[in-house]
T-cell receptor
C-alpha cells in the first residue's frame, strides 16, 4: 500500500530556532500534499495545500512567513517552522494524494515541542 | 461553509457489541467522504472511502454508509474488539483541495 513517511517523528527545540519537517511519499508520486496541525484531543486543522512545483495555498489564519512549505518534487514536501515559539508546539501531520478525488495517505506525524 | 460534526464524542462499549458512529455535514456538495482511524500519538489510517455517487462501502467488520441528501454518514463496526479502541475521524472532501475533518469519536472497547 501507499506509504507516507515523516521525519523527524519527535523534535524539541529552543524558542527562536527554525525546525524543518519532511514528508515523503515512499512508493507513489503525489501531485498534492497537505499539512495539518492537531492540538491534543482535537481534530486536524488544515494549514496548507501544496502542489508540486507551485506555491502552497495557505488556509486563513495561517502565517505563510512562519510556516514555510516547499513541495520540491512529486515525493517530497517540507514544512519549516521559522522562529518557533512555545505556542507552535503541536502535532504536525502531512498527507499525500495521487490525484483529486482519491484517498489521502497520512504520515505518522511529527510532534514538536518548543521550549 | 462546510462543517463536519461527529456524534458521540466518546463511546465506551463491551467487547462483542455492534456499534454505530455518526458523522454529519452541512453542505451536501461533496466529492467524497472518508473514515479514518487514529491511534494515540499516531497519524491517520484510512478505513473507508465513499465517493459521492456511492451509498456505502464495506471492509471486513466495517461498513460505512453515505446519504448526501441528508448530510449524514455512519460507520458501523460489527463485533467490536479491544483492538478497535481508537479515535475515529470522518472527513469530507469538498472538491478543489480542501478536506474538512470532524472532531472525532473516541472509542474504547472493554475486554
Amino acid at each position: 500500500g501507499a506509504v507516507v513517511s515523516q521525519h523527524p517523528s519527535w523534535v524539541i527545540c529552543k524558542s527562536g530556532t527554525s525546525v524543518k519537517i519532511e514528508c515523503r511519499s515512499l512508493d507513489f508520486q503525489a501531485t498534492t500534499m497537505f499539512w495539518y496541525r492537531q492540538f491534543p484531543k482535537q481534530s486536524l486543522m488544515l494549514m496548507a495545500t501544496s502542489n508540486e512545483g507551485s506555491k502552497a495555498t495557505y488556509e486563513q489564519g495561517v502565517e505563510k512567513d512562519k510556516f514555510l512549505i516547499n513541495h520540491a518534487s512529486l515525493t517530497l514536501s517540507t514544512l519549516t517552522v521559522t522562529s518557533a515559539h512555545p505556542e507552535d508546539s503541536s502535532f504536525y501531520i502531512c498527507s499525500a494524494r495521487i490525484r483529486q478525488g482519491e484517498t489521502q495517505y497520512f504520515g505518522p506525524g511529527t510532534r514538536l515541542l518548543v521550549l | 461553509k462546510q462543517e463536519v460534526t461527529q456524534i458521540p464524542a466518546a463511546l465506551s462499549v463491551p467487547e462483542g457489541e455492534n456499534l454505530v458512529l455518526n458523522c454529519s455535514f452541512t453542505d451536501s456538495a461533496i466529492y467524497n467522504l472518508q473514515w479514518f482511524r487514529q491511534d494515540p500519538g499516531k497519524g491517520l489510517t484510512s478505513l473507508l472511502l465513499i465517493q459521492s455517487s456511492q451509498r456505502e462501502q464495506t471492509s471486513g467488520r466495517l461498513n460505512a454508509s453515505l446519504d448526501k441528501s441528508s448530510g449524514r454518514s455512519t460507520l458501523y463496526i460489527a463485533a467490536s474488539q479491544p483492538g478497535d479502541s481508537a479515535t475515529y475521524l470522518c472527513a469530507v472532501d469538498t472538491g478543489g483541495f480542501k478536506t474538512i475533518f470532524g472532531a472525532g469519536t473516541r472509542l474504547f472497547v472493554k475486554a
